[in-house]
Structure formats: C-alpha cells, structure tokens
C-alpha cells in the first residue's frame, strides 16, 4: 500500500515512468511518506544513509557508476542544506543528481514551527531546476503537480546532466499507508530527434498544427504548404499571410459543437496566443489527443494541459520537416484526413463570408477596419497594444503584428515602437511603424514620446473610448459599482496637449463621415503623428458583439 499524499504519489508514479532506478534515503519523520513509497515501488532501489553530508556524495558515486540519475531524498529543515557541499561537486562534474526534499506546508514557514525553513530554491545555482509541488487538493494542482516533476525529471535527463530540486510539502497526518496503487500519471519526454514527431504527426487522420507568436515570421508561403495536409491554426502574432487567420471565430463557432472538429493530434509552436477560446478548446480535448510542443530552448509550455512531448528543434527545422514529410500509404488514409481537412476549411468559408459582409456602425472596430484596409502597406511594421486593440488586430489584420504579448501588460506598447521606429530609421529602412494603442496603455506609457528627436517613420492611432473598454466585455463586472471607476478607470481625457508638448501633430475623429480623410492625413504625413479616434464604450461594445453574434448559426 502507499500513502495518501496526492503530491507523493504523482512523484512517485513518475520516478517510474522516468526510468529512475536509485535513491539514497535518509532518516527523518517528514520525509516518511517518501521513503515508505519508494520502499514499497518494485521498480526502485533504496539506499539508507543516515548523514545527508555522505548521502549526496553516495548518489553521486552510484550515478558515476550507472550513468544515470539518481535520488537522493531528506526531510526538511537543515537536512536539505546539508546536501549542498555533494550537490556543488555533482554540478562541477556535471553529473546531476535528483534532490527531493520533504517540506512543512508552506504557511507554517517563519511561524516558529520545527525544522521549517525556505527551502525552495535552498541550493541556489548548484541546481540548474527547482520546483516546489502543491499540496495537490484538485485537478488543476495535480495537473500543476504532475507538471512540476515532469518538468525537473525531464531537465535531469538532458545532455548537461544537470541537477534538479523538488520540494515535497507534506502536511499531517504523515503515516496513513492506504492507497493500493500508484496513480497512473502522464510522462512527458522531451526529444532532440523530429523523426518520432513526424511519424506521429503524419499518422494522424485529424492532425491540427497550431502557431503561436513567435520571434521569426511564418511566411505565407509555408502557411500555404501546411494547409494542403494538416488544418493549420495561427494569429497575425505568428504568420505574415494575406489571408485573415480567423482563428477567434472559428473557436467561438465551434463552442459547444466540437467534437466533429476534435483532432487526434496537435502540434504547437511558439508562444502565447490572443485567443482565449483556443486555449479553452485545448483544454476541453480528451485525454488521448497526442500533444506535441516545438520548442527552440525544450522547455514545457503545457497550455493544453496534456503536453506529451516537447520537441527541442529550431523553428523552421521542424517546420520544413514536416512538410517534406512522406505520406502514410495505408487504405482509406487519404479520404478521412481529407474530411478532417475540408470540414475545417468549410467552416473557414463560411466565416470569412460572414466577415466580408459585417459592416460595422462608428466604433473602434471600425477605425480598426479601415485601419487596415486603406492605410497599412507591406513595407510597414504594425505594433499593436495589448487588451482590446490586439483583440481588434487579430480580427482585420492581414500581414504579420508585433505585440508585448510575453507577459500581456499594457505598459511599454508604444517604448517598444518608437525603439523599433529609431532603429529602422538609423537603418535606413523604407516604411513606416505604425502603434494601434488603446486609450489607458498610451496614457501610461506616454513618456515614450518624451525625447530629444522622434523618429520620424512614427505613426500613431488612439482609439479613445474614455477607459479600459474590454473590462466592459466581461461577463458579470457590470453589476458591480466598482467597475466604471476603479477597474476600467473611466475618464475624459485627450492626447492634444501631450502631442503639443512632443511635437508631434495631431488629428482626431469621432465620426464615420471624417474617418477615412483622418486615416488618409496619418498615412501621407511625413512626420510624427498621431491620429485619436474617439468612441463610446458602449458602441464598441455592441459592434463587437454584434460582429460574434453575426457568426453564429454558421454550424
């Protein structure tokens, strides 16, 4: 029997399926539901050490030996420092070892509460990974769990043979040994090899490859190799196409009707995404859809939850293996993938009609449009700002987007334009960079404007609707008092005077009928400029949902 620690066990399970055969084991009361699973588990060998100081050293030697890694487990307090001197000569030799650490709960650290130390991130450099597990109380925590250790497990075993640190909270009671089984936990592998993912990729009959923002452009001319095999999902974040990627859409059409649009296989690059509803769609698959990431550094971005693999590979390595790649020749293959594939591009159809046709009333939707539609050229670079103005460009935008979309804040936007503005400019680079800003990140970042000489390549479009819009489109904070003024932060104020004081020249629009003389004035100066488009949140609140409800009916 094992114990009934949820942390524990997830641990446990995946020590197995790591391959992990050794650990150095030492006394301790913390540390018992630890030492009881590995005790109990067929699979590993335990060694007793009473002295952590030897412990370490002891793994170190039997790893030298095996060449392999292997564990070495304490319970918690000074147990942990203890190890340091063998971890250190682990990390020099580059033969890492496995640290797990018992630990108090987390709220009893600083509480004068026994053997209770921060022992996270305790070893400092000496481990190239540190990971502190929950004290898994539901699916999200054990996911979190399992995701920790697959994470440390999978560093331990790179070609650095690094050492990694889990900490293991373990709250009391600590010796009830009633679980029969160990849970059956998922395994993520990381690879260096693309053969096993193309295999998988190409024997899938409803396979999705999915771009997220990513720091090289995917060129249209890849976009277009892809689609002939696989449904291929992007933003304007990822790829230069002059196609609109109408990624949103076809995730809000789909919702609640997905299992016809279920693939058995999906294949994620790059970074974040706009889309919500896509990251929603991948956490909804079932289990036994086969995800697997590309990743140029090999780390574990597990938006979908159910990562299996990550692939460690260069970006457009990866991405001309796998249009290269032989077909599988089987019976009846061809037919159903290409059902997958029409059905897809079918509902793709059937919304860019929709789209085309949507005329939207006066709106930031519709300065967006026109935006892009009369104003933006090949030869210019677009940044848009995070919150409601990125949501717009992935909407309308036909060409490739920059964004502050690591971390998703609205400070810095329009810093990192004017930078790439001077930069192109001392360049000598044709074209224009333009910023599409909402009205609170251009107020918060505005000392971009603040410099001795701006570029003179700067374009700027406002849109003012007097406040955060986007918190409007919230489901439920409209009941709440506080919204208008302390979450949206509603107010009344221009850019006139802080583009008087920059020298730049300034425009604004607050009708259709001048709309497009305004875009036209931004798009021919010569200088810095700045367009403010003023709206209502309320108009740009209905726009947008009239534009989603307009797809709906579609399925």
Same mark, same amino acid.
């Given at each position: 029997?094992?114990?009934?620690?949820?942390?524990?066990?997830?641990?446990?399970?995946?020590?197995?399926?790591?391959?992990?055969?050794?650990?150095?084991?030492?006394?301790?009361?913390?540390?018992? !539901?630890?030492?009881? =699973?590995?005790?109990?588990?067929?699979?590993?060998?335990?060694?007793?050490?009473?002295?952590?100081?030897?412990?370490?050293?002891?793994?170190?030697?039997?790893?030298?030996?095996?060449?392999?890694?292997?564990?070495?487990?304490?319970?918690?307090?000074? +147990?942990?420092?203890?190890?340091?001197?063998?971890?250190?000569?682990? +990390?020099?030799?580059?033969?890492?070892?496995?640290?797990?650490?018992?630990?108090?709960?987390?709220?009893?650290?600083?509480?004068?509460?026994?053997?209770?130390?921060?022992?996270?991130?305790?070893?400092?450099?000496?481990?190239?990974?540190?990971?502190?597990?929950?004290?898994?109380?539901?699916?999200?925590?054990?996911?979190?769990? =399992?995701?920790?250790?697959?994470?440390?497990?999978?560093?331990?075993?790179?070609?650095?043979?690094?050492?990694?640190?889990? =900490?293991? !909270?373990?709250?009391?009671?600590?010796?009830?040994?009633?679980?029969?089984?160990?849970?059956?936990?998922?395994?993520?592998?990381?690879?260096?090899?693309?053969?096993?993912?193309?295999?998988?990729?190409?024997?899938?009959?409803?396979?999705?490859?999915?771009?997220?923002?990513?720091?090289?452009?995917? !060129?249209?001319?890849?976009?277009? +190799?892809?689609?002939?095999?696989?449904?291929?999902?992007?933003?304007?974040?990822?790829?230069?196409?002059?196609?609109?990627?109408?990624?949103?859409?076809?995730?809000?059409?789909?919702?609640?009707?997905?299992?016809?649009?279920?693939?058995?296989?999906?294949?994620?690059?790059?970074?974040?995404?706009?889309?919500?509803?896509?990251?929603?769609?991948?956490?909804?698959?079932?289990?036994?859809?086969?995800?697997?990431?590309?990743?140029?550094?090999?780390?574990?971005?597990?938006?979908?939850?159910?990562?299996?693999?990550?692939?460690?590979?260069?970006?457009?390595? +990866?991405?001309?293996?796998?249009?290269?790649?032989?077909?599988?020749?089987?019976? &009846?293959?061809?037919?159903?993938?290409?059902?997958?594939?029409?059905?897809?591009?079918?509902?793709?159809?059937?919304?860019?009609?929709?789209?085309?046709?949507?005329?939207?009333?006066?709106?930031?939707?519709?300065?967006?449009?026109?935006?892009?539609?009369?104003?933006?050229?090949?030869?210019?670079?677009?940044?848009?700002?995070?919150?409601?103005?990125?949501?717009?460009?992935?909407?309308?935008?036909?060409?490739?987007?920059?964004?502050?979309?690591?971390?998703?804040?609205?400070?810095?936007?329009?810093?990192?334009?004017? &930078?790439?503005?001077?930069?192109?400019?001392?360049?000598?680079?044709?074209?224009?960079?333009?910023?599409?800003?909402?009205?609170?990140?251009?107020?918060?970042?505005?000392?971009?404007?603040?410099?001795?000489?701006?570029?003179?390549?700067?374009?700027?479009?406002?849109?003012?609707?007097?406040?955060?819009?986007?918190?409007?489109?919230?489901?439920?904070?409209?009941?709440?008092?506080?919204?208008?003024?302390?979450?949206?932060?509603?107010?009344?104020?221009?850019?006139?005077?802080?583009?008087?004081?920059?020298?730049?020249?300034?425009?604004?629009?607050?009708?259709?009928?001048?709309?497009?003389?305004?875009?036209?004035?931004?798009?021919?100066?010569?200088?810095?400029?700045?367009?403010?488009?003023?709206?209502?949140?309320?108009?740009?609140?209905?726009?947008?949902?009239?534009?989603?409800? =307009?797809?709906?009916?579609?399925?």
């Amino acid at each position: 029997m094992y114990c009934d620690k949820e942390n524990v066990n997830i641990l446990t399970a995946l020590l197995v399926a790591h391959g992990i055969e050794d650990i150095v084991v030492c006394p301790g009361s913390r540390n018992a !539901p630890l030492v009881h =699973n590995f005790n109990e588990c067929p699979e590993l060998t335990c060694h007793a050490v009473t002295d952590e100081r030897s412990a370490a050293f002891i793994a170190l030697g039997i790893r030298q030996q095996k060449r392999m890694p292997v564990a070495v487990c304490v319970t918690s307090g000074s +147990a942990l420092l203890n190890l340091l001197p063998g971890v250190a000569e682990a +990390a020099y030799q580059q033969q890492g070892i496995i640290v797990i650490s018992a630990d108090r709960p987390e709220a009893w650290v600083g509480q004068l509460d026994g053997q209770t130390i921060p022992q996270p991130m305790a070893l400092g450099t000496f481990v190239k990974k540190s990971v502190s597990l929950p004290i898994a109380m539901d699916k999200e925590q054990r996911w979190l769990c =399992n995701r920790l250790v697959n994470e440390a497990l999978m560093e331990a075993f790179s070609p650095e043979s690094p050492s990694v640190h889990i =900490n293991v !909270p373990i709250s009391e009671p600590l010796f009830s040994f009633t679980t029969a089984h160990l849970p059956e936990e998922r395994k993520v592998e990381r690879i260096y090899s693309l053969s096993t993912t193309l295999e998988k990729l190409h024997s899938a009959l409803h396979p999705i490859i999915i771009f997220g923002q990513t720091p090289s452009v995917v !060129p249209e001319r890849v976009i277009k +190799a892809l689609r002939e095999r696989f449904v291929v999902l992007y933003e304007p974040l990822s790829a230069d196409s002059q196609e609109l990627s109408l990624l949103d859409q076809m995730m809000f059409a789909i919702e609640g009707k997905e299992e016809s649009y279920t693939p058995d296989c999906v294949v994620y690059f790059g970074g974040n995404t706009i889309s919500k509803r896509l990251r929603h769609f991948l956490r909804r698959l079932p289990s036994s859809t086969l995800h697997i990431t590309v990743s140029e550094n090999g780390l574990l971005h597990d938006t979908s939850m159910n990562t299996r693999y990550v692939v460690q590979s260069p970006l457009f390595t +990866a991405i001309n293996k796998i249009i290269e790649g032989e077909w599988i020749k089987e019976e &009846g293959y061809d037919t159903r993938r290409t059902m997958f594939l029409d059905l897809w591009n079918s509902l793709r159809c059937r919304i860019e009609k929709k789209h085309k046709a949507f005329l939207p009333e006066y709106s930031q939707l519709l300065v967006v449009k026109k935006f892009e539609e009369t104003v933006v050229t090949e030869n210019d670079t677009v940044y848009y700002a995070n919150s409601m103005a990125i949501r717009l460009a992935a909407v309308f935008s036909r060409h490739h987007i920059l964004c502050n979309r690591g971390i998703n804040g609205i400070e810095g936007s329009m810093s990192v334009a004017v &930078g790439a503005a001077r930069a192109m400019e001392m360049a000598g680079k044709e074209g224009r960079v333009f910023c599409v800003i909402g009205d609170l990140s251009f107020f918060y970042d505005n000392n971009a404007l603040w410099q001795q000489e701006l570029p003179r390549n700067l374009r700027i479009l406002l849109l003012n609707n007097g406040g955060g819009g986007i918190f409007r489109n919230l489901p439920g904070l409209d009941s709440s008092p506080a919204s208008l003024k302390y979450v949206s932060a509603s107010h009344n104020t221009s850019a006139s005077g802080i583009c008087l004081q920059n020298g730049v020249a300034y425009l604004s629009v607050s009708d259709s009928d001048s709309l497009e003389e305004s875009l036209h004035i931004l798009s021919s100066s010569s200088s810095p400029t700045l367009l403010e488009a003023f709206s209502s949140q309320e108009a740009d609140r209905n726009e947008y949902k009239k534009y989603y409800n =307009n797809l709906k009916g579609l399925m």
